[in-house]
């Protein structure tokens, strides 16, 4: 219920929570979580559909998204890939063995549900939609989103634009390159440098995951 939706929303992740969910996450779940934070306007459908060459360019300079609404008229939806963005793109693809961003065992990915329930438990916090405080995917999206209302200078309209909130808003300022949204995008990423971790190897690179993310 309505209810149930207000409690969801009202859990924000500090950066400490996110390593430390990150820390209990297998390879390819730390990989949707970074590009969840990095890339905000994607929802967790759109992150597990990435592929190399598709919606990202060989140049790794915009995530390009065309097929995310009903609608054929709907604009795609366009990310800037910023400097720390592009470093975790760049070591994903050294490390993947297909054009697939989130990889698993040699494939896509159809659903991470128990690989998140598993590991936001892991890491002690309550997990469900449901759940007062609880954590789920959706979780990193809002968090985002409230960061951003801290964010002096960022426009509603910029931020509307970054989480691709509003259809309107983004017809109405339609920018094909995404380079309007860098500023915005790069203070993201510097408040919450997530990709570090993994291109660093801190978390120890390709863990086993800790449940296949096929059977939710």
């Known amino acids: 219920g309505t209810r149930d939706r207000i409690r969801t929303r009202s859990r924000v992740l500090t950066m400490e929570e996110i390593d430390r969910w990150m820390a209990q996450a297998p390879y390819h779940l730390r990989v949707a979580i970074a590009l969840a934070v990095y890339a905000p306007k994607l929802r967790l459908g759109n992150i597990l559909a990435l592929r190399f060459g598709k919606q990202i360019d060989a140049a790794l300079t915009t995530i390009r998204v065309t097929d995310h609404k009903a609608e ?25 063995r297909t054009a697939w961003v989130v990889e698993w065992q040699g494939g896509g990915v159809q659903s991470v549900k128990s690989a998140v329930r598993a590991s936001v438990l892991a890491a002690g916090f309550v997990h469900g939609r449901t759940a007062e405080d609880g954590v789920t995917f959706h979780t990193l999206r809002h968090s985002i989103a409230t960061l951003i209302t801290t964010m002096p200078g960022v426009s509603e309209r910029m931020r509307a634009e970054v989480m691709g909130q509003t ?25 919450l440098p997530v990709g570090r971790a993994i291109v660093g190897g801190i978390f120890g690179g390709r863990a086993a995951p800790t449940a296949a993310p096929g059977d939710g």
């Not at 054929?72 to 910023?82: E, F, G, S």
């Not at 915005?184 to 990423?189: K, L, Q, R, V």
């Open 72 to 96: 054929a008229t709907a604009p795609p939806l366009v990310i800037p890939i910023v400097d720390e963005l592009r470093a975790l793109l760049t070591f994903v693809r050294t490390q993947n």
């Open 167 to 191: 259809i309107q808003t983004a017809q109405k300022y339609t920018h094909l390159s995404g380079q309007h949204q860098v500023a915005a995008h790069a203070e993201i990423a510097a408040r």
